[in-house]
């Protein structure tokens, strides 16, 4: 009985200790985010094509669609031009003409896109809570905490 409670003490220390490792693996990375992304806003803050809505999320409109067109609702199949990079610039996704279903993508997409119509274009900053927060994306190439910063444009309905 000794044995397995030391052995289970053990796996329970190691894995604790793992944990915290990964936790402080990418302290520098988010802080560099939350700095990237509070200079980010500071920057833009006279730019009224730039917009953050209350969740945080924050995009700057390039082109604005034609009101006459199609625009995704929330349950929709999206199909979009798109590149998505991390903050030094890393190109993590890239799709042309790629189709989306809207409910299965980031919270930040899922928030913007419905607002717009085919034909806009945006630069998109997705802070980490919108995204994939603390944990590991299904992309090896994101890590946690990163803001994802996406340059889209919304084309006709699929």
């Known amino acids: 009985m000794k044995r397995i409670s030391k052995g289970f003490f053990l796996a ?3 894995s604790v200790i793992f944990s915290a490792c990964q936790e402080n693996i990418y302290m520098d990375w988010k802080m560099a985010n939350e700095k990237y992304y509070s200079d980010l806003i500071q920057a ?6 730039f917009f953050i809505t209350s969740s945080g999320l924050s995009y700057k409109l ?3 669609g034609w009101e006459s067109t199609w625009g995704p609702n929330s349950t929709d199949f999206v199909k979009v031009n798109y590149t998505g ?11 042309k ?4 279903y809207l409910p299965n993508t980031i919270a930040g997409w899922r928030e913007v896109l419905p607002k717009y119509k085919t034909g806009t274009k945006l630069t998109l900053y997705v ?13 090896p190439t994101i890590p946690p905490y990163s ?11 699929p």
């Open 44 to 49: 833009h803050k006279n730019d009224t094509d």
């Open 62 to 64: 390039i082109h604005k």
């Open 147 to 157: 803001v994802l910063i996406f340059d889209l444009e919304l084309l006709d309905k």
């Open 85 to 95: 990079r991390l903050i030094n610039n890393t190109i993590f996704d890239s799709q």
């Open 127 to 139: 802070p980490s809570s919108l995204a994939y927060d603390t944990t590991t994306s299904k992309m």
């Open 97 to 100: 003409a790629g189709v989306l």
């Open 12 to 14: 329970f220390l190691i």
